[in-house]
């Protein structure tokens, strides 16, 4: 069992709509949570970073996390094609050290 | 300011042959990482530098991969003896102190 598991979509979604992207993890010792989004051939671009429970808002982007339920999501309000990636989740234990991503999710938003 | 930068951005091999990848971290920033991304996956983690304290290396897959940094700046990946299997994006990563910020990656091709 991978220690992130995030579905691989790809979500395809209506232009304006809520994307809703999610991760699982087992380790109970990751406390630091990220959101990359990745362009085609290009590097993970950092989105969002959460520490520890709760909901963390910026602009379009809110970011989710529930330790508890060992649960993360991302949500992009009113979307835009150019909102069309794949968003990667990560997360580790310390606020240095290596990121445990997961697979990514291919998103796509039609005009 | 720039951000990471890899060279080259390409890379065309042959199976036995050894490459070096090269890292140009954001200024000032302490830490770097390599990773290893397959086709439609994650990010493999594969090692981590952290100013003059010894490298972690835990992620590095076979004897055939090393990396060095050179003080607080450039870090090289060589691969020696590649093989089919290498074939992969790598993206070096650096931070000050915990967000990682990722270069556009180097796409290794093994023939």
């Known amino acids: 069992q991978k220690e992130v598991e995030q579905d691989p979509g790809p979500l395809s979604v209506p232009e304006g709509a809520i994307v809703s992207l999610n991760c699982t993890y087992s380790?109970?010792?990751?406390?630091?949570f990220m959101w990359y989004r990745q362009y085609s051939r290009k590097g993970p671009e950092l989105l969002m970073y959460?520490?520890?429970?709760g909901n963390k808002e910026d602009g379009r982007f809110t970011a989710q996390v529930d330790k508890s339920s060992k649960y993360i999501s991302l949500f992009i309000r009113d979307s835009q094609p150019s909102d069309s990636a794949t968003y990667l989740c990560?997360?580790?234990?310390?606020?240095?050290?290596?990121?445990?991503f997961g697979a990514g999710t291919q998103v796509v938003v039609t005009p | 300011g720039a951000g990471v930068s890899q060279s080259p951005s390409n890379k065309v091999t042959e199976k036995g042959k050894d490459v070096e990848l090269r890292c140009d971290p954001i200024?000032?920033?302490?830490?770097l990482y390599w990773y290893r991304q397959r086709l439609g996956q994650g990010l493999e983690f594969l090692i981590y530098?952290?100013?003059?304290?010894?490298?972690?290396k835990s992620g590095l897959p076979s004897d055939r991969f090393s990396a060095e940094r050179t003080g607080e700046s450039v870090s090289t990946l060589t691969i020696q003896r590649t093989q089919q299997e290498d074939s992969a994006v790598y993206l070096c990563?650096?931070?000050?102190?915990?967000?990682?910020?990722f270069g556009p990656g180097t796409r290794l091709t093994v023939l």
């Open positions: 990563a650096s931070s000050d102190p915990a967000l990682q910020f």
């Open positions: 380790n109970s010792a990751f406390q630091y």
């Open positions: 959460t520490y520890s429970s």
């Open positions: 990560a997360m580790n234990t310390d606020s240095w050290g290596k990121l445990q």
């Open positions: 200024s000032g920033h302490t830490a």
């Open positions: 530098f952290q100013g003059n304290s010894a490298p972690d």
